[in-house]
């Protein structure tokens, strides 16, 4: 089953533009990650962040959590035409023990024009 | 860098035929997983193993199964392709959790299976 949700499921945006993303899931998590994807390629991690963090930066990749809400933001500044891809969240649950069984959402589609 | 290398990036198969898909990995990585994805369904976990030998089902095995002989490779196999196994198929592996429990995944390039 789909735990993480995120939305927009598309977003166009101009280059240099700020572009966020949010993704919302069911049940306790260890960390929550973001992946990126490419047309046609596979899924490159991008950040991690874990459940007792509510904010992380990695360049122009911001990522805040609230474990409340159950939801994660991704927030990328300054939009270049190469960050044009499909943005996925993905949760460990608690008890995923050894495996690192992660629950990816349906992904946010971003086009950055330039 | 960790590299997951996925046989064929494009397969064309046909209906009935046992159809192999082959993954290997270069990091000594202890996990490795198989998923699908379609659009509108995201990606769906179809078989992990968390070492040689070992395998465990994830959300849609039924049509599947897998073969973990190496530590470097993981194999997905459908056992009599129908068409609606035509999709995208990725790799993926990553250190286990007793190594911390934030290790991410290394995909492959997937595989796009057509099956006729």
């Known amino acids: 089953s789909q735990q993480g949700e995120e939305d927009p499921q598309a977003l166009s945006i101009q280059e240099g533009e700020n572009a966020t993303m949010n993704c919302s899931y069911k049940?306790?998590?260890?960390?929550l990650q973001w992946y990126r994807q490419n047309s046609g390629r596979g899924l490159v991690h991008l950040i991690l962040?874990?459940?007792?963090?509510r904010e992380k930066h990695s360049g122009r990749l911001r990522v805040t959590l609230d474990t409340s809400k159950k939801s994660s933001s991704l927030l990328i500044t300054a939009s270049r035409a190469a960050d044009t891809a499909s943005y996925f969240c993905?949760?460990?649950?608690?008890?995923?023990?050894?495996?690192?069984?992660?629950?990816f959402g349906q992904g946010t589609t971003l086009q950055v024009k330039p | 860098d960790v590299k997951v290398t996925q046989s064929s990036r494009y397969l064309v198969k046909r209906t009935g035929e046992k159809v192999f898909l082959e993954c290997v990995q270069d990091?000594?990585?202890?996990?490795m997983f198989w998923y699908r994805q379609d659009p509108g369904l995201g990606l769906r976990l179809i078989y992990f193993?968390?070492?040689?030998?070992?395998?465990e089902k994830g959300d849609i095995p039924e049509g599947y199964s897998v073969s973990r002989e190496k530590k470097e490779r993981f194999s997905l196999i459908l056992e009599s392709a129908s068409t609606n196994q035509t999709s995208m198929y990725l790799c993926?592996?990553?250190?286990?959790?007793?190594?911390?429990?934030?290790?991410?995944?290394?995909f492959g390039d997937g595989t796009r299976l057509s099956i006729l």
């Open positions: 993926a592996s990553s250190l286990p959790a007793a190594y911390g429990s934030n290790q991410p995944q290394h």
């Open positions: 049940t306790s998590i260890n960390n």
């Open positions: 962040i874990r459940s007792n963090e």
């Open positions: 993905a949760t460990l649950g608690h008890g995923s023990g050894n495996t690192g069984k992660l629950i």
């Open positions: 990091m000594d990585h202890e996990n």
């Open positions: 193993s968390y070492d040689v030998k070992m395998k």
